[in-house]
């Protein structure tokens, strides 16, 4: 049996299940995502050595616990950040800061500037789960524009995770291809300079673009429905806590997670700040930090609604659970990843485009975007394809942090049903499978396209080797 036969069974076969399931079925999110995941690991059992067929249940659950362990917690603290924000009136008061400073007309910069910079010392989920109920309450105070502001969060956020270390995939690759700290330098200034102009033709003009042709209506979404939104918008700024008050969550998230990445990110340079890493590797855990965030956010809820102990306690309850459905859905479609990985989808695709007779950007913007597509997530893809591309560094004419661009522009494309992000935007931002890939997967797809053409423009017209 040929090599890919296994690989590209299962990927077709997964493709076909999760659409007839997801889509032509209508089958409850988690549903489908869990039998898609149980068939395609049937299919490994089946074509791909060394699989066991009675362990394939076992392996999936696995993968959704892996998953679980990664961003059950996270979730469900951004649950609690969101309902209470938003009932609070923390959300609505930031909202209104952002609209003294720019018009309703601009006020997608202000969700894009955020998510962006944000998005640096933050994973792009962390940034989502805290600026989510900042559009809602957007979209709820201006009455439309939904699809652009989840398109700018989305659109800056994704960017920035994907070509400016120190998030995990640029910055593995980078020292794949490099050694010492020039290449990381490098790979900052230039993923800057590639992140900001795409995240502003796929967040904000195509933004702008699908908003005038997709109207998306406020649903529940974290525990608060629209009806709660549209009370809090029509409220007076009197009513409502301070701004900085308002804002303290999303800032000690932010900062104690940029302390820990800082501290592990630059203690080589000064060995000094290692004596800080244990500290700093505990506040700045994301278990922690949101876990703190969403604290500080509910004794907000508790002293502005002055409502009975108990209440208050049951509304963080159902918060609770609407985070932990959203979990659930989101670790189902890793899992689903996780099972078209096991095929080697990855290595398969890999090894079958390497030695194609095209420049080695393109090659590697072409590996990583194919296995992206095929097993999900962007720093697997990344990283699988900086293995691939590490010994060929030495045959380029360009700095090799270029390689590390296009690995990323390869590996942020075409979010879809394998992705965990892809759950995680439609869940909290309460939207549809439909438009979740009509904001989302196009934004993602055309961040792609735009950043490699950016980085074949700047290697030809600034090679920097």
Same mark, same amino acid.
């Given at each position: 049996?040929?090599?890919?036969?296994?690989?590209?069974?299962?990927?077709?076969?997964?493709?076909? #299940?999760?659409?007839?399931?997801? =889509? =032509?079925?209508?089958?409850?999110?988690?549903?489908?995502?869990?039998?898609?995941?149980?068939?395609?690991?049937?299919?490994?059992?089946?074509? =791909?050595?060394?699989?066991?067929?009675?362990? /394939?249940?076992?392996?999936?659950?696995?993968?959704?616990?892996?998953?679980?362990?990664?961003?059950?917690?996270?979730?469900?603290?951004?649950?609690?950040?969101? *309902?209470?924000?938003?009932?609070?009136?923390?959300?609505?008061? /930031?909202?209104?800061?952002?609209?003294? %400073?720019?018009?309703? !007309?601009?006020?997608?910069? +202000?969700?894009?500037?955020?998510?962006?910079?944000?998005?640096?010392?933050?994973?792009?989920?962390?940034?989502?789960?805290?600026?989510?109920? %900042?559009?809602?309450?957007?979209?709820?105070?201006?009455?439309?524009?939904?699809?652009?502001?989840?398109? =700018?969060? @989305?659109?800056?956020?994704?960017?920035?995770?994907?070509?400016?270390?120190?998030?995990?995939?640029?910055?593995?690759?980078?020292?794949?291809? @490099?050694?010492?700290?020039?290449?990381?330098?490098?790979?900052?200034?230039?993923?800057?300079?590639? +992140?900001?102009?795409?995240?502003?033709?796929?967040?904000?003009?195509?933004?702008?673009?699908?908003? *005038?042709?997709?109207?998306?209506?406020?649903?529940?979404?974290?525990?608060?429905?629209? !009806?709660?939104?549209?009370?809090?918008?029509?409220?007076?700024?009197?009513?409502?806590?301070?701004?900085?008050?308002?804002?303290?969550?999303?800032?000690?998230?932010?900062?104690?997670?940029?302390?820990?990445?800082?501290?592990?990110?630059?203690?080589?340079?000064?060995?000094?700040?290692?004596?800080?890493?244990?500290? &700093?590797?505990?506040?700045?855990?994301?278990? $922690?930090?949101?876990? %703190?965030?969403?604290? #500080?956010?509910?004794?907000?809820?508790?002293?502005?609604?002055?409502?009975?102990?108990?209440?208050?306690?049951? !509304?963080? &309850? !159902?918060?609770?659970?609407?985070?932990?459905?959203?979990?659930?859905?989101?670790? +189902?479609?890793?899992?689903?990843?996780?099972?078209?990985?096991?095929?080697?989808?990855?290595?398969? #695709?890999?090894?079958? %485009?390497?030695?194609?007779? /095209?420049?080695?950007?393109?090659?590697?913007?072409?590996?990583? $975007?194919?296995?992206?597509?095929?097993?999900?997530?962007?720093?697997?893809?990344?990283?699988?394809?900086?293995?691939?591309?590490?010994?060929?560094?030495?045959?380029?004419?360009?700095?090799?942090?270029?390689? #590390?661009?296009?690995?990323? +522009?390869?590996?942020?494309?075409?979010?879809?049903?394998?992705?965990?992000?892809?759950?995680?935007? *439609?869940?909290?931002?309460?939207?549809?499978?439909?438009?979740?890939? *009509?904001?989302?997967?196009?934004?993602?797809?055309?961040?792609?396209?735009?950043?490699?053409?950016?980085?074949?423009?700047?290697?030809?017209?600034?090679?920097?080797?």
């Amino acid at each position: 049996m040929p090599a890919a036969l296994p690989a590209l069974t299962a990927l077709i076969v997964g493709v076909a #299940v999760v659409i007839l399931l997801l =889509v =032509v079925w209508d089958l409850p999110a988690f549903l489908g995502l869990v039998i898609s995941a149980l068939i395609v690991g049937v299919v490994d059992a089946a074509l =791909v050595p060394g699989v066991s067929f009675g362990g /394939i249940p076992a392996q999936v659950a696995t993968a959704f616990g892996n998953n679980m362990a990664g961003v059950g917690i996270p979730i469900l603290m951004a649950a609690v950040i969101g *309902k209470s924000m938003t009932e609070s009136g923390a959300a609505n008061r /930031i909202v209104r800061s952002f609209q003294s %400073l720019v018009s309703d !007309e601009n006020a997608d910069f +202000a969700l894009w500037g955020s998510s962006t910079i944000l998005a640096i010392p933050v994973f792009f989920d962390n940034v989502f789960y805290l600026l989510a109920p %900042l559009a809602r309450s957007m979209r709820a105070r201006i009455g439309d524009n939904y699809a652009l502001y989840i398109a =700018v969060v @989305g659109g800056g956020g994704a960017a920035t995770h994907a070509f400016v270390p120190p998030t995990p995939g640029p910055l593995t690759v980078a020292h794949k291809l @490099g050694t010492g700290g020039s290449i990381l330098g490098m790979t900052i200034i230039l993923g800057l300079a590639v +992140a900001i102009p795409s995240a502003l033709v796929a967040g904000v003009l195509y933004g702008r673009f699908i908003n *005038k042709r997709l109207d998306i209506p406020l649903r529940e979404s974290m525990g608060t429905t629209a !009806e709660d939104l549209e009370q809090q918008a029509e409220q007076s700024i009197e009513s409502l806590p301070s701004f900085t008050e308002s804002l303290l969550p999303i800032a000690i998230a932010v900062l104690l997670i940029a302390a820990g990445t800082s501290v592990d990110t630059f203690q080589d340079v000064y060995p000094v700040l290692e004596q800080f890493q244990p500290i &700093t590797n505990f506040v700045g855990d994301v278990n $922690f930090s949101l876990t %703190l965030a969403a604290i #500080v956010s509910a004794l907000t809820y508790l002293r502005m609604d002055d409502f009975p102990r108990q209440v208050w306690q049951d !509304e963080l &309850t !159902e918060a609770l659970q609407n985070g932990g459905n959203i979990a659930a859905i989101t670790c +189902a479609g890793g899992a689903f990843g996780a099972m078209l990985a096991l095929s080697n989808i990855g290595p398969v #695709v890999a090894g079958g %485009l390497s030695n194609l007779g /095209i420049g080695l950007l393109i090659t590697a913007w072409l590996i990583a $975007f194919i296995v992206r597509i095929a097993q999900g997530s962007t720093t697997v893809a990344m990283i699988t394809t900086g293995g691939i591309m590490a010994p060929l560094t030495p045959q380029l004419t360009v700095n090799p942090a270029y390689l #590390v661009l296009a690995i990323g +522009a390869g590996g942020i494309a075409c979010s879809w049903y394998n992705d965990s992000g892809f759950w995680v935007v *439609k869940e909290i931002g309460g939207l549809t499978q439909g438009e979740t890939l *009509k904001t989302w997967t196009v934004v993602t797809s055309l961040l792609s396209v735009t950043a490699m053409i950016l980085v074949l423009v700047y290697s030809t017209l600034l090679p920097l080797a």
